[in-house]
């Protein structure tokens, strides 16, 4: 009997600013029989994410980072398509960390159950998945209530669009940025958001004043540069900076200097919490209540660019720096 084929990215060379297809791979492999206790799942959708530039790089950060010559790895929802592990059926729908690949091979504790009836399957790498948990947890980090202010950078992205959702839900007043009219049109107009601005079209503290002339009492970031600048001058005395990512600085070879109005924290007693979605893992089960129910309930919408095909991935991830996702950005496997 032949051996089951798959093909996967890797990482040919670590970036030196945007990445660029010439730093990846695609590689056919072939796949073990499998063991006993083990579980062969299809990829039908793999995540391209921003945090996944950060581990190109050399050096350990909050994670460990890519090996050269090793297939990437990220969020993925398959389908199980052999077990011999009593833990998983045939056809059963999975999410895992072994995205950018076809095929693979797993314990059953490398894999999470999810609801096959919930369609699109790829809602759980987006407003069901890490995307929307990391949205969630943010707003739980800072406390974030009813008649709360709150500015969202990066607000049609994965995150920023599902964070502004769950704050209306939550009663408050919202209002982002995003680089396009479209995107601005999909936060009015989809996500209910009360305001919103093209922060390519002018300053970013002039147009988030008029969009909030009486200031914000929460900033949920996901841009830093600029806008995190833009924020503390617009937020009220005691608030909150949920620092959830920086994506305009992650393709920069040298750091830019901090902003210059950083005492701002101390004049106005601000709270900053730093955000990283798996330390509130073992939250993961009220997370996908709460908010799936939302989700079943329509009143959470699940905005998706899709890529499809493997050979499609390095662009699609690429596409992130470039702003061409709304939404999450997925690549269809199959």
């Keep these: 009997?032949?051996?089951?084929?798959?093909?996967?990215?890797?990482l040919a060379s670590r970036p030196e600013g945007i990445?660029?297809?010439t730093n990846f791979t695609l590689v056919r492999t072939e796949l073990e029989p499998l063991q006993d206790g083990e579980v062969l799942v299809r990829n039908l959708f793999m995540s391209v994410?921003?945090?996944?530039?950060g581990r190109m790089n050399e050096g350990r950060s909050y994670v460990p980072p890519f090996e050269?010559?090793?297939?990437?790895?990220?969020?993925a929802v398959g389908e199980v398509v052999e077990s011999r592990a009593n833990e998983f059926r045939v056809g059963d729908a999975v999410t895992s960390s072994r995205g950018w690949r076809e095929y693979f091979i797993a314990a059953p504790k490398e894999l999470h159950p999810v609801n096959r009836e919930i369609q699109p399957l790829s809602v759980y790498l987006g407003a069901l998945g890490m995307t929307g948990m990391t949205a969630w947890a943010g707003l739980n980090l800072v406390d974030v209530k009813a008649g709360d202010a709150i500015f969202i950078?990066?607000?049609?992205?994965?995150?920023?669009?599902?964070?502004g959702q769950l704050a209306k839900l939550r009663q408050c007043r919202v209002v982002g940025s995003a680089g396009s009219?479209?995107?601005?049109?999909?936060?009015?107009?989809?996500?209910?958001?009360?305001?919103?601005?093209?922060?390519?079209?002018?300053?970013v503290l002039e147009?988030?004043?008029?969009?909030?002339?009486?200031?914000?009492?929460v900033y949920f970031d996901n841009v830093g540069g600029d806008t995190l600048d833009a924020a503390l001058s617009a937020l009220r005395v005691h608030g909150r900076i949920i620092a959830c990512g920086s994506i305009s600085g992650y393709n920069e070879a040298k750091p830019r200097p901090g902003p210059s109005n950083l005492f701002?924290?101390?004049?106005?007693?601000?709270?900053?919490?730093g955000l990283i979605v798996s330390d509130w893992l073992d939250r993961q089960a009220e997370f996908e209540k709460e908010v799936g129910g939302y989700f079943e309930a329509g009143k959470l919408k699940n905005r998706e660019t899709v890529a499809k095909g493997i050979d499609r991935a390095v662009d699609a991830f690429i596409g992130l720096f470039q702003g061409r996702n709304i939404g999450k950005m997925v690549v269809q496997l199959a």
């Design 1 to 10: 009997m032949s051996k089951l084929t798959s093909q996967e990215v890797r």
């Design 19 to 21: 990445p660029a297809a």
């Design 49 to 53: 994410d921003p945090y996944m530039r």
């Design 68 to 75: 050269l010559g090793k297939p990437l790895d990220g969020g």
């Design 153 to 163: 950078s990066g607000a049609a992205g994965a995150v920023g669009n599902v964070a």
């Design 181 to 203: 009219e479209d995107k601005i049109r999909f936060l009015r107009e989809e996500c209910g958001f009360d305001g919103a601005f093209n922060y390519k079209t002018g300053p």
């Design 207 to 217: 147009q988030l004043n008029l969009v909030a002339p009486g200031g914000i009492d």
């Design 264 to 273: 701002n924290i101390t004049t106005k007693r601000l709270t900053m919490k």
